[in-house]
């Protein structure tokens, strides 16, 4: 029956339009599922009971395919994120996780770091990206950025100013080929910079950068402005290139009211292409939302392949919903 009630629904839809079509039993839907499999139709979304009655809504062909917006390189999956630890020596006032000398340290620890790099690597993630706190405070951080550099290419993100000492030692040891630092510097000139991280930080990263790209180091800018000034975002772009950092390489965002932010861009779930994100407290949709427990996808770090295969579907299904929007709600 529910097979029928497909043909007739879909027969009746323009290609690309929405219908949707009753389930009595968890064998319907199975049967719809295969159904729609091999005549190329789309499931859009299952709204189903325990009985597995309900409703099932269904597009006429395929959806658009998000890799041609996004590129493969955005899907979710294709990156993962992990967070090192917390605690950072700095207490940048719209940081997203509320990271600063008090936060607790929260680590990831570099064994565990280290199995869920190969599992990811297993899964199909492409990319690592270490972020916290501040990882060059934590004492094994060399062992972790070469645990993943050996598995995947990575990119570290750091204040660049506490490249001294032992974490000077460190960072010399690190493998060039595979590993980026991706540095924060939020203006041209120390004003915006040091009114939102501290007297004299300005300085220090740009003194980390230069360091970096002495040594080798592939190395990346990543500004936070809330509302540039007029010839603001020029004029960094500008101190960018005179560091000899590629305009692929200079990155701006804006300000997430997240964590000690308290004004920014409200972000949801449903907002975000998801940036899968580990951390010492679960996994979660994306960095920039790791604290918030609207984000949580799950409290089991390993096995990791679960919460990337959730992470997946409910993309899928959220762009589906976002796809068939129009279809859904006809205006005329």
Sequence with gaps: MVILDLMRTISGLAQGGVGEVAL?????????????????????????????????????????????????DRMPGARLWMYTNFHCN???????VSSSPQAPRRELGADRIKRLVHEAADWGVHEIYLTGGEPFLLP????????????????????????????LA???????????????LDSATPGLHDSHRGAGSWARAVEGITLARKLGFTVRIAATIASPGPGEITALHEF????????EHQ?????AKQGAAVKGLVLTQESLVPEITVTADGVYWHPVAATDEQALVTRQLEPLAPALDTVR???AEQWA???????????A
């Design 140 to 167: 094994d951080i060399a062992e972790i950025i070469t645990s993943c550099v050996d598995v995947l290419p990575t990119t570290v993100l750091t204040n660049g100013m506490v490249f001294r000492g032992r974490r």
């Design 24 to 72: 009595r039993t968890e064998e319907d839907l199975l049967l719809a599922q295969r159904w729609c499999a091999r005549s190329g139709n789309t499931i859009v979304r299952t709204d189903v009971d325990e009985t597995g009655s309900g409703i099932l809504v269904v597009r006429r062909g395929h959806l658009p395919d998000p890799r041609d917006e996004l590129g493969p």
């Design 90 to 96: 700095l207490h940048c006032d719209y940081c997203c």
């Design 321 to 331: 919903i976002a796809a068939t929007a129009a279809a859904l709600f006809p205006c």
């Design 313 to 315: 579907q409910r993309f």
């Design 170 to 184: 460190a960072l010399e040891s690190l493998p060039r080929d595979g590993l980026a630092l991706q540095i924060s």
């Design 251 to 255: 990155v701006i965002r804006p300000i």
């Design 240 to 247: 960018c290139d005179s560091l000899d950092i590629p305009r």
